[in-house]
T-cell receptor
């Protein structure tokens, strides 16, 4: 186990709805990154939070937003869900903003948009 | 932009066969390199990583990888696979100045007993 926990594990939403996914980072880690893994693809970087500030963003529209809390846990919010948002959403935590550290992944949240 | 190519999408091997999975990346600067494994129903786990130093790195479960800078490659190897190695394998690269990982599309390995 990595110590990174995500909730919920599975979720079904209707197109147009909004969803919030949650991630608790590993103890001692202050950086959380979110990834989207579509079926048959590798994970794609959504954004990263470092000490409660967004610290880089991938090629995702603004309806993907996030938060990081003082305890370094994080939320991913997706508004106006589209069918193509169906994917496994992965959270990864690490220590530090850069440098020789590795990311530890949670088990992910499987989102299905119908 | 960085990208990672994994040449084999599906690999089928018998137990005790040798494994080599190809990974090439495109980025001109200094990078960190990773191989992750995803067993069915489990989270992504780090197999091995390269940050600097000896280009031949050893990871868990008997895996190793060689960083060849001139070829922008980081191929994964294992001399003798086991049925329990059945999983999906992802190569990833990271700019040393940032935590963002760029993943390849993955290679699905099936090891038959």
């Amino acid at each position: 186990e990595t110590g990174v926990t995500q909730s919920p594990t599975h979720l079904i939403k209707t197109r147009g709805q909004q969803v919030t996914l949650r991630c608790s980072s590993q103890s001692g880690h202050n950086t959380v990154s979110w990834y989207q893994q579509a079926l048959g693809q590798g994970p794609q970087f959504i954004f990263q939070y470092y000490r409660e500030e967004e610290n880089g963003r991938g090629n995702f529209p603004p309806r993907f937003s996030g938060l990081q809390f003082p305890n370094y846990s994080s939320e991913l919010n997706v508004n106006a869900l589209e069918l193509d948002d169906s994917a496994l959403y992965l959270c990864a935590s690490s220590s530090g903003q850069e440098g020789h550290t590795e990311a530890f992944f949670g088990q992910g949240t499987r989102l299905t948009v119908v | 932009a960085q990208s990672v190519s994994q040449h084999n999408h599906h690999v089928i091997l018998s137990e005790a066969a040798s494994l080599e999975l190809g990974c090439n990346y495109s980025y001109g600067g200094t990078v960190n390199l990773f191989w992750y494994v995803q067993y069915p129903g489990q989270h992504l786990q780090l197999l091995l990583k390269y940050f600097s130093g000896d280009p031949l790195v050893k990871g868990i479960k008997g895996f190793e990888a060689e960083f060849i800078k001139s070829k922008f490659s980081f191929n994964l190897r294992k001399p003798s696979v086991q049925w329990s190695d059945t999983a999906e394998y992802f190569c990833a690269v990271r700019n040393t100045g940032f935590q963002k990982l760029v993943f390849g599309t993955g290679t699905r390995l099936l090891v038959s007993p």
